[in-house]
């Protein structure tokens, strides 16, 4: 069994172990755990080692491929180059996920978080099959049980805020599903029933446009395009630290990795060519609006974790903002792939490890280990905002160079993407401010949870410049002794800096602190609730109006209906008088049934004459 197919089967067969570990023998009041939930504690502890196949195929294979004609319409597995960049961040991200839930002892869980580590293997499992599907079926199944799983981890607490958060990734999630399958389905009917015939098949089909859109937006949800962004800040807040950590570092990369599976990039276009350009003018002035609106808004924010859920939004919106060039001009989209993916390498372990972080604060920040909580953060940190030699830095080069001229906002996106950087920093800044705020809960020695989270910034730092530019063809690379390309990185933070200083003072200036208003996370959510609010107020006074109707129009047939019944007693009455003083009733009563003799021969004559 070659090491593609372990990177699924493990992964399945420690999730199945936790579904029927119950079986092995239930707990007894008084005796202690049982059997089953001794078996179930063993699985979720030893349950990062089933996301080590994933990690590891990478350095040993540059290519794999697996043919599973039983699975499905008949399944193919591949790693490329883009799973071969992803899949080892995937699978350190869930692993350090898992990690962090079953290898910390609390009071407040017994169970070393069993049901987390359920709901942590069945949307890996979902995230790494569909960056090695080949086929189109296979790549929306990993893509749904991704999705449908994550749910698990948003309400994992069953917080009021948690089933609210649930819900609203619910509602956009099975829209996702909806849109991305029927983009999905079309591919195919076009001819893309292998993944790597479905861009030519999109670009060559009587229905780009729709196919375009459907996929735009279908993805655009996972992968926080605004205004479909608004899970994001809800799901992480709501949602323990361990799946924060990878929905916000893996699981919005699959948005991103869809659009450039299906999207027409690089395709020749058909009859629909001028579709391409419009549909990636439009990504890229959503994913704009995003990358620089959801900075203004986070930095508004006063839990931790939602300020990292809208620095989600704002890096994501840096990538879209590449893929829609790519997809407005065709020259563009072999660098800009690579470069996409590069980023997304680079984001979703610095992210991951933030967002473990924020727990890690509160329980490590003394002593020797202080120090390191605080050079991890701060190395983690500037790397997100692209300061020089870090990885960070690296990957924006490398997008700046893929898109140099692309016109955006009567610009270029080379010239507009550094003040990405600039929000970034601004961000950072106030995620800083919050730390330094946060209740402590000192523990007493190291644990899972601070070595997961020192494996990520670990991994951050050097993910990129050895693996991540070594695997991705072709990237441009920044020589750091050139005096240009260090003033090219260090400006944005430098704006960033003084921003955040004028932000400050001003605030402080104003209100004695820098706390500052807060738009409530979901930002665009909270007037779509309170339209749907009215909405169903509306409805409901009509509805009590339309009953007050119906009772009177109730009220009056059922006086008419007893009117007519009266009468119809009345009749039958007088008939029943008139044939008790008919002479010779037998007489008639003998008529009567000859009558209805003659009628149903008549009508049985008739059936034989046909």
Request: proline content about 6%; glycine content about 12%.
């Amino acid at each position: 069994m070659t090491l593609l197919a372990l990177t699924l089967v493990l992964p399945a067969v420690w999730l199945a172990g936790l579904m029927l570990a119950p079986l092995a023998g239930r707990d007894r009041p008084g005796a202690g755990p049982g059997a089953g939930s001794r078996l179930r504690r063993l699985l979720a502890v030893t349950a990062p080692a089933a996301l080590l196949p994933g990690v590891v195929l990478p350095l040993f294979q540059e290519r794999a491929a697996l043919d599973v004609p039983w699975l499905l319409l008949g399944a193919r597995l591949e790693m490329d180059a883009t799973a071969r960049a992803l899949l080892p961040a995937t699978g350190l991200l869930y692993a350090a996920a898992l990690a962090s839930v079953a290898w910390v002892r609390r009071a407040d869980r017994p169970d070393r978080g069993t049901a987390l580590a359920g709901f942590l293997l069945a949307s890996g499992l979902g995230n790494q099959l569909l960056y090695v599907a080949a086929d189109t079926a296979t790549f929306y199944v990993g893509f749904a049980l991704m999705s449908l799983a994550a749910a698990g981890l948003v309400v994992h607490h069953r917080t009021a805020a948690a089933h609210r958060a649930t819900g609203v990734y619910l509602v956009l999630s099975v829209l996702s599903e909806t849109l991305v399958l029927g983009g999905l389905l079309l591919v195919v009917a076009e001819g893309g029933a292998a993944v790597a015939d479905a861009p030519a098949a999109v670009a060559a089909g009587d229905l780009t446009g729709l196919t375009v859109a459907l996929l735009v937006l279908g993805f655009g949800i996972k992968a926080g395009l605004v205004p479909l962004h608004v899970w994001l800040p809800l799901a992480h807040p709501a949602a323990p630290p361990a799946a924060s950590a990878v929905m916000s570092g893996a699981m919005v990369n699959a948005g991103v990795v869809g659009w450039l599976r299906f999207l027409p990039s690089g395709a020749e276009p058909g009859a629909d060519a001028g579709v391409l350009p419009l549909a990636g003018g439009l990504l890229v002035g959503a994913s704009l609006v995003g990358a620089f609106g959801a900075a203004l808004v986070g930095v508004l924010q006063t839990d931790p974790k939602v300020v990292l859920a809208y620095s989600t939004v704002s890096q994501l919106g840096f990538v879209g903002a590449v893929v829609g060039a790519a997809l407005r001009d065709p020259a563009l989209a072999p660098a800009a792939a690579a470069a996409a993916v590069l980023y997304l390498l680079h984001h979703s372990l610095v992210k991951g490890a933030l967002f473990l972080g924020v727990p890690v604060v509160a329980g490590h920040l003394t002593g020797a280990r202080g120090v390191l909580v605080l050079g991890g953060l701060a190395l983690a940190g500037l790397s997100l905002a692209g300061a020089p030699l870090t990885s960070g830095a690296i990957a924006k080069y490398a997008a700046k160079d893929a898109v140099y001229g692309a016109p955006a906002w009567g610009s270029t996106l080379d010239v507009l993407l550094p003040f990405v950087a600039a929000g970034s920093t601004l961000l950072l800044l106030r995620l800083a401010w919050l730390l330094a705020r946060t209740e402590r809960a000192p523990r007493r020695g190291p644990d899972g949870e601070l070595g997961a989270w020192a494996a990520l910034v670990a991994a951050a730092l050097v993910a990129v410049p050895v693996w991540g530019v070594a695997w991705l063809e072709p990237l441009a690379r920044p020589e750091w002794t050139d005096a240009g390309t260090l003033v090219d990185a260090l400006w944005p933070i430098a704006l960033g800096l003084v921003l955040g200083g004028a932000v400050w003072a001003v605030a402080a200036h104003r209100a004695g602190s820098v706390q500052g208003p807060a738009v409530p996370p979901g930002d665009l959510v909270v007037p779509a609730e309170g339209a749907w609010a009215a909405l169903h107020d509306a409805g409901s006074r009509s509805v009590r109006s339309g009953s007050a109707v119906v009772d009177r129009v109730r009220r009056r047939v059922a006086a008419g209906a007893e009117r007519v019944a009266g009468a119809v007693r009345d009749g039958v009455g007088r008939q029943e008088q008139g044939l008790a003083a008919w002479t010779g009733s037998g007489s008639a009563a003998l008529m009567l049934s000859l009558a209805v003799m003659i009628v149903l021969g008549l009508v049985i004559v008739g059936g034989g004459l046909r």
